[in-house]
């Protein structure tokens, strides 16, 4: 996703905004570009098509800097990735400069009527319309009411930081619903679209309200609604320094994050159970978790294969019906209010456009919204009435592994909480939950450990020749083997099927052929077990070649497969969390010999703040 960085004050902005951008690369993007005041009477800027180093060396050759500055990475929503497309986009004098976070929805129609007014454009975006629509606006209307008029001819979600040549001395920033945060120090400040952009230069920090307009100078900040009228916001202080993510020797992001899966899981559980009034937290009366008859959960991709593996913890601990809903999906289907249910939105950035957009439609409705996520400052979190903040650290490579395993240790932590409260489970039921969680987390890694050479010498190398894949689950190995197949996919770019194995007979069983594997996923349920042999027979019974994942004691799934992995038993709810760690590291050594970039995957960004 988009990257926005901004400084205003008394040193030099290219040196900040450039590592501030750097910081941000991890969440996606295909370009670079940066402006600020500087000596001549127009906006200076370079932009570049690439890596934000790239953008660096370019402006290594220039003299462009200033004491107030903005840069941004661009991750194409309209139009390719390409030198006129990048961020920032000027008016007609260049006078004024704006780089954009979000869609602008509409704008063929505001493009239209600036062209005809003479204005000229040179890209394809969305964004340009904002610098010639506001320099149209300045014609007639002083700088505040030109932006509250701007903002009436806006629609979409967006958030964007304008340089007007005519006000060197400050930053003028806009929020719709795409975050936008403040840091604020001794005679300079900071704005970015994460935290984490200048997170190393001050903890006090303001989160610009939804739908906001605020006025940055170097030593004052000035927000207001869009009605012009002046909001008064505290600043805030995160307690959260830049944890310096290097790789600390993995060759990726994604391996060292594999790795770290263990040690996420058994910090954050370890935090949970610390957290003295864990309902308030929540947003809920103990009376409220008492009388709970649904829950709902709610999230995009990785995060929603989570969730649907919690289905299963839920209905068997708390004894009520979970719904899960895709976020994408959610917004456009008819909503039925019910007492006693809450919805629990899952992600690992709290920024995920579709889910923020799902967890404002629910709150409208007065029904309790809870946020689990692995980044406590997000907006999402903000806009919750609780959350639970997971403690698996910051997760870089886009292709998500500890959070997805941090989440399904949390959401299988959290119903048996609710069990124990609703009196279903004692203290020492619950103890052995965690306990059965400490246990799967350690063989999530150990299972690495056992099969890593053969998984190096042998496997990768033989599956890494095949183009396409099917993954086959059932019961709770069903939206594991969902999870399987997405990380495939994203980094190897492998096209790779998942099916329910009980389906397969209804019709994909037409697709087994010597040049598609079959991965197929057990679970530790006696009957549902059987089910899987049976499967694995259809499979062989075609001449299928079948990978299986499968538990000690289980000869006759074993002695079925081409290949397999033998894990150790664990309790049957986290049979996805124990062969986790195995998956990951399968698929990363297969898409490591293919070449491919893996952290960074074409298309992708670490997080979604677009519909
Ligand atoms: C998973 O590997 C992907 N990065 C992607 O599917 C991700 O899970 C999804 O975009 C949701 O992100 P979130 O958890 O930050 O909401």
Redesign the pocket.
């Known amino acids: 996703m988009c990257g926005i960085v901004g400084y205003v004050g008394n040193k030099k902005c290219r040196g900040f905004i450039i590592d501030g951008l750097k910081r941000l690369e991890y969440r996606g993007y295909d370009s670079a570009g940066f402006s600020c005041f500087a000596q001549s009477d127009y906006l200076e800027s370079v932009k570049e098509v690439g890596s934000v180093k790239k953008l660096e060396q370019s402006l290594e050759k220039k003299s462009c800097d200033g004491f107030c500055g903005i840069g941004h990475t661009r991750w194409a929503t309209h139009g390719v990735a390409s030198q006129a497309n990048a961020h920032p986009h000027f008016d007609c004098n260049r006078k004024i400069a704006v780089v954009h976070n979000g869609i602008i929805e509409g704008f063929e129609k505001i493009r239209n009527e600036l062209i005809k007014l003479g204005h000229n454009f040179v890209s394809q975006t969305d964004t340009e319309v904002v610098p010639h629509l506001f320099e149209e606006l300045l014609k007639e209307f002083e700088l505040k009411d030109a932006l509250k008029e701007l903002v009436k001819k806006l629609d979409g979600a967006y958030s964007f930081v304008i340089l007007n040549k005519d006000y060197e001395d400050r930053l003028i920033l806009v929020r719709k619903k795409s975050p936008l945060v403040v840091g604020l120090s001794e005679e300079e400040n900071f704005v970015a679209s994460d935290f984490l952009a200048f997170s190393d230069k001050t903890q006090n920090v303001v989160f610009l309200p939804d739908e906001s307009i605020t006025v940055l100078r170097k030593d004052k900040i000035e927000i207001f609604d869009f009605s012009g009228n002046k909001l008064n916001v505290e600043a805030q202080k995160i307690d959260h320094k830049f944890n310096d993510v290097s790789k600390q020797g993995f060759e990726h992001y994604m391996l060292k994050e594999i790795y770290e899966q263990k040690q996420a899981i058994n910090k954050t559980i370890s935090f949970f159970s610390l957290i003295e009034n864990l309902w308030g937290q929540l947003g809920l009366t103990t009376e409220q978790v008492k009388k709970l008859k649904k829950i709902n959960l709610i999230?995009?991709?990785?995060?929603w294969h989570a969730c649907r593996i919690a289905q299963f913890f839920i209905e068997k601990y708390c004894k009520i019906p979970a719904q899960i809903y895709l976020a994408s999906e959610f917004r456009y289907m008819p909503f039925f209010r019910q007492d006693d249910s809450i919805f629990i939105f899952v992600?690992?950035?709290g920024?995920?456009a579709d889910?923020l957009e799902a967890l404002r439609l629910v709150k409208s409705f007065g029904v309790p919204t809870i946020a689990l996520t692995n980044v406590v400052s997000s907006t999402m979190v903000r806009e919750a009435d609780g959350y639970l903040h997971m403690q698996a650290g910051p997760e870089i490579s886009?292709?998500?592994t500890k959070?997805f395993s941090t989440q399904l240790a949390s959401l299988f932590w959290l119903s048996n909480k609710i069990a124990e409260q609703k009196s279903l489970m004692t203290d020492v039921e619950m103890k052995k939950a965690e306990n059965d969680l400490f246990i799967a987390a350690e063989i999530l890694e150990s299972s690495i450990e056992n099969y890593k050479v053969k998984i190096t010498g042998q496997l990768a190398p033989f599956y890494s020749k095949y183009e396409k894949f099917i993954f086959l689950g059932r019961h709770i190995s069903y939206p594991f083997s969902m999870e399987a197949a997405?990380?495939l996919k994203?980094i190897s770019y492998i096209f790779a099927q998942c099916y329910p194995a009980g389906e397969l007979k209804h019709g994909p069983i037409a697709l087994i052929d010597e040049k598609t594997p079959i991965v197929l996923f057990s679970v530790l349920d006696e009957l549902i077990y059987q089910k899987i042999v049976s499967n694995a027979q259809e499979v062989k019974a075609r001449n299928g070649h079948l990978l299986v994942f499968a538990f000690e004691g289980q000869e006759e799934l074993i002695n079925l497969a081409d290949n397999c992995f033998i894990l150790p038993r664990v309790n049957p709810m986290l049979v996805p969390l124990a062969m986790t760690g195995l998956m990951q590291f399968f698929v990363y050594q297969i898409t490591k010999l293919l070449g491919c970039p893996i952290d960074k995957p074409r298309n992708?960004a670490?997080?979604?703040t677009v519909e």
């Open positions: 999230a995009a991709g990785t995060s992600s690992q950035s920024e995920t889910s886009v292709a998500s959070a997405l990380k994203e992708l670490k997080s979604v």
